[in-house]
């Protein structure tokens, strides 16, 4: 005999996941003229990796350029919802992602050292993104930055702290402003002592 319970209609509906972390990906040829601007106006925090037009498949083949967009809502989203809105400027299958900081380091690929290594610089964040509100900075990444800026330091022969953190300021990344910022007695001090260097002809770089 059957079970007349196998036949009526079930009242539950289908759960919906929700996220605030997503990713997807974009492609030149795809991509409207004003896309940027179509992301600005979603209110959404948003970070675009440099254009990675340097990455090989398992077979070494060229992968078509591509650009990897981070969007961060300021609450859950579905998936149906997150779709819509990457379509409007042409993004292709949109994933959840648990680790902001991570698919951030991949913009770059920082941790996968076979790959090639893009700029941070060229990293494009909007609608008040930034990647220090989701991961601190360890002492080893720290210090690694600081070599950085004392290299830029070296090179751009700033004179002036203040001619150092303008530079940033529209040059640096958001870590190294932080970074120069947090530090102002240390780059302060270099960059005094840097500029008594040149002034007297002793070489930069540990020269004799």
């Not at 675009?48 to 989203?77: F, M, Q, R, T």
């Not at 958001?174 to 002809?201: C, V, W």
Request: proline content about 5%.
């Amino acid at each position: 005999m059957s079970n007349n319970n196998d036949n009526k209609p079930t009242n539950r509906k289908k759960q919906v996941i929700k996220k605030r972390n997503w990713a997807t990906i974009c492609y030149p040829e795809s991509v409207p003229k004003n896309w940027i601007e179509i992301i600005k106006q979603s209110g959404a925090q948003v970070a675009i990796s440099p254009l990675h037009d340097k990455d090989h498949d398992e077979n070494e083949e060229n992968k078509k350029p591509h650009w990897h967009i981070l969007i961060v809502y300021p609450g859950p989203k579905s998936f149906e919802s997150v779709q819509i809105f990457c379509q409007s400027f042409g993004g292709v299958c949109p994933q959840s992602i648990e680790s902001v900081k991570g698919y951030y380091r991949y913009f770059t690929h920082k941790d996968n050292p076979e790959k090639f290594q893009y700029s941070d610089s060229e990293i494009i964040c909007l609608n008040g993104f930034n990647i220090l509100d989701y991961a601190d900075i360890s002492k080893s990444e720290g210090v690694v930055i600081k070599k950085h800026l004392q290299e830029l330091i070296i090179k751009n022969n700033f004179y002036e702290y203040a001619q150092f953190m303008d530079y940033l300021l529209y040059n640096g990344t958001d870590a190294e402003y932080d970074i120069a910022s947090s530090n102002t007695i240390f780059f302060n001090a270099y960059i005094k002592s840097h500029k008594t260097m040149l002034i007297t002809g002793f070489p930069a770089g540990g020269g004799q």
